[in-house]
Structures are given as C-alpha cells and as structure tokens.
C-alpha cells in the first residue's frame, strides 16, 4: 500500500512557490510529458518519466524548443536555469 502512495505522489507535478497560481499546461511531445507553468514572462517547465543520461543531454535542448512551440515567445537563454527535470526561463514575446 505505501508504495501505491509512493508512486502516486511521484507521477505528480506540482509548481515550485513561485508559480503557484500560474497558468498550466499538459503537453506531450515524442512520447514525453512535460508540465508548464507560466506566470507573465516566467515559465517552469517539469518533465515527467524517467530519463537516462543520453536522454537527459537531449532534453536540455528540447525543453527550451517545447516551451517556444507552445507559448509563441522565445526563451531568453541567459535566464535558463535548472536541469532535463525541472527547467525555468523568462520570455521574450
């Protein structure tokens, strides 16, 4: 039973304090799911699932390129902070 509780609460995404409040939005692209919070010009994009360390290299530039397709605004590179999990950036639209 407990760990039924445990993976329940880890296939879960929840903002940091930040972006409580903020706008959400479930995507999925290439069989990966992703979770983005936008509160203005800030974003927080968390990746769900497992990732390997290849994988991981690839999702650095991929989360960037979900987070333009989905707002229209281009990220501001200099403001990217975070790793292939949990990613936040400003935006420049």
Do not use: H, K, V, Y
């Given at each position: 039973m407990r760990w039924a509780l445990v993976l329940l609460l880890a296939a879960c995404a929840s903002p940091s304090p930040k972006f409580m409040g903020a706008e959400r939005q479930a995507i999925s692209i290439g069989g990966r799911d992703f979770t983005l919070y936008r509160q203005g010009?800030?974003?927080?994009?968390?990746?769900h699932g497992f990732a390997s360390p290849a994988e991981r290299a690839q999702l650095l530039t991929l989360m960037p390129a979900v987070v333009?397709?989905?707002t229209g605004c281009a990220v501001l590179?200099?403001?990217?902070?975070?790793?292939a999990g949990v990613m936040r950036a400003r935006l420049r639209c």
């Open positions: 010009r800030d974003i927080e994009i968390i990746r333009q397709a989905q590179p200099s403001s990217l902070t975070g790793d």
